[in-house]
């Protein structure tokens, strides 16, 4: 009888759950979930320790071969059943299906992944004010201001309490007066400013053609097979995949889109804004001589003692820019988790966003006060939290996706959503069988630290979820 009313109410709300209102309204909004964070924090501070040119070409080889297969994958399931990622699973396979575990670890993601990332998003905030402030003093001094911060409970859960509010708020909205209307103000007004701070490097600074130069210049000499795995793994995790956002996503797709174009735009301009972020950090970091793998402390510790000379008209529009992608991604994430319970439960949205909203944000005080720790792990919550869902969560949920849409969804269903059964839907079934999973796999043994563990237990795992295929 659960199962029943459960189904039940899954075909009551698919009725009512709402489309995006045009094309260009879904891309943007899917373009905000991948463009985040990792675009403009991550990725130059990884590729200047990799060496520039060499790792961005395996990374756009990566984006071709593992991203852009697994967000049509992704896509593909959500269109095809209108459901939440739970839901999506079990429509397309049976109700009470195990592959609908799939689904559940992807809303156990969004939980997850928003608890923490509000915190960083939080920093980012924190430092718009900072910039309009100015930054001042010794280089020492400046950078010791992010150690602050991260360290005072009351000014990490302030700002993590800002960005959840932010977030909510436009979830509460729903699709198309929350999620796109915000995505067509936010998305333009990210990609103007990266614009504008790019065109600065290349023309305002000495940086400029040193920058193009570091990133499109290949050296491999540099690269090693460390750096091939970790573009593989950010090429994955840039696009927002493994987590269910894309199958959310794809679920309030009209039928009559171009599902194929709208994932190659998707993927076409994430890439894009990678690139012109990294020429905007990295002319800047050039042009006052310094050097450019800085690792993670590139964006709060080593640009804000740049920005001391260039001013509060660059910096402030800087930390907009990544409060921005990071708004676009946070909501996201708390859509992954509010349409299952609208779909499967039958929440009001309000009520939805409200409850678990509420959920992520208790959570993250845990990230946000960093002298907490999780017992027996010797890790503080923001690194468990990160370290779970980047090395066990994400890359075991895309795995299974791509095994799921390779091997046991139907081929009519699948090439209905794909268009056609030609050359290129052949090719995409190609990639998703027999390439995309190994990769992805390497991406999870190489984070692991463990190949023949992980490999027997990618075995046992493969046949029993083929065992129930049929």
């Known amino acids: 009888m659960s199962d029943a009313r459960d189904l039940q109410t899954t075909t009551t709300n698919t009725?009512?759950?709402?489309n995006w209102a045009t094309s260009i309204g879904f891309i943007l909004a899917a373009t905000g979930s991948a463009i985040g964070l990792g675009n403009i924090w991550k990725f130059p501070y990884i590729t200047g320790d990799y060496g520039g040119g060499a790792f961005v070409l395996v990374y756009l080889v990566c984006v071709l071969v593992v991203g852009l297969p697994l967000m049509l994958a992704e896509l593909i399931i959500g269109r095809r059943t209108q459901q939440n990622p739970v839901g999506a699973f079990q429509k397309l396979h049976r109700e009470g299906s195990p592959w609908q575990l799939?689904?559940?670890?992807?809303?156990a993601s969004g939980f997850v992944i928003l608890s923490y990332y509000?915190?960083?998003?939080?920093?980012?905030?924190?430092y718009i004010f900072k910039a309009i402030a100015g930054f001042q003093g010794t280089a020492e001094a400046i950078q010791s201001e992010f150690g602050?911060?991260?360290?005072s409970p009351g000014q990490s859960i302030f700002y993590h309490t800002i960005f959840m509010a932010i977030c909510i708020g436009i979830v509460i909205g729903g699709i198309k007066r929350g999620i796109e209307r915000w995505s067509k103000i936010l998305m333009p007004a990210l990609f103007a400013i990266l614009l504008g701070l790019a065109c600065y490097g290349l023309f305002s600074t000495?940086?400029?053609?040193?920058?193009?130069?570091?990133?499109?210049?290949p050296d491999f000499s540099k690269l090693g097979a460390e750096g091939v795995l970790s573009a593989l793994g950010h090429a994955f995790f840039t696009l927002s995949l493994g987590m269910g956002a894309m199958i959310t996503y794809g679920s309030y797709m009209k039928r009559g889109s171009n599902l194929v174009r709208d994932a190659i735009t998707i993927s076409f301009l994430d890439t894009v804004v990678a690139l012109v972020a990294g020429i905007a950090i990295f002319s800047m970091v050039f042009h006052f001589g310094m050097e450019p793998g800085q690792s993670v402390g590139l964006i709060f510790k080593t640009l804000p003692v740049l920005f001391k000379d260039i001013g509060p008209w660059i910096s402030v529009p800087f930390f907009v820019l990544l409060t921005f992608a990071a708004v676009t991604s946070g909501i996201s994430l708390l859509e992954v988790v509010v349409s299952y319970f609208v779909d499967?439960?039958?929440?009001?949205?309000?009520?939805?966003?409200?409850?678990l909203g509420a959920g992520i944000y208790v959570l993250g005080i845990f990230s946000a006060v960093s002298a907490w720790s999780v017992p027996f792990s010797g890790k503080g919550f923001f690194d468990f939290f990160d370290d779970f869902s980047t090395n066990y969560m994400l890359p075991i949920g895309g795995l299974f996706t791509c095994l799921f849409i390779a091997w046991v969804m139907k081929d009519k269903d699948r090439a209905d959503e794909f268009g056609s059964r030609g050359p290129l839907y052949k090719g995409l079934r190609f990639l998703l069988r027999y390439i995309t999973p190994v990769a992805v796999l390497a991406v999870i043994v190489h984070q692991l630290g463990i190949v023949e563990k992980c490999?027997?237990?990618?075995?046992?795992?493969?046949?029993?979820?083929?065992n129930y295929a049929g």
């Open 206 to 217: 000495e940086g400029g053609s040193k920058a193009l130069a570091f990133l499109f210049k």
């Open 15 to 18: 009725m009512g759950r709402g």
């Open 455 to 466: 490999f027997w237990l990618f075995i046992r795992l493969f046949v029993f979820f083929l």
């Open 148 to 151: 602050e911060l991260v360290t």
């Open 102 to 107: 799939v689904g559940w670890l992807g809303v």
């Open 118 to 126: 509000s915190v960083v998003a939080g920093w980012a905030l924190a």
């Open 344 to 355: 499967r439960r039958g929440w009001s949205r309000i009520a939805a966003t409200l409850v």
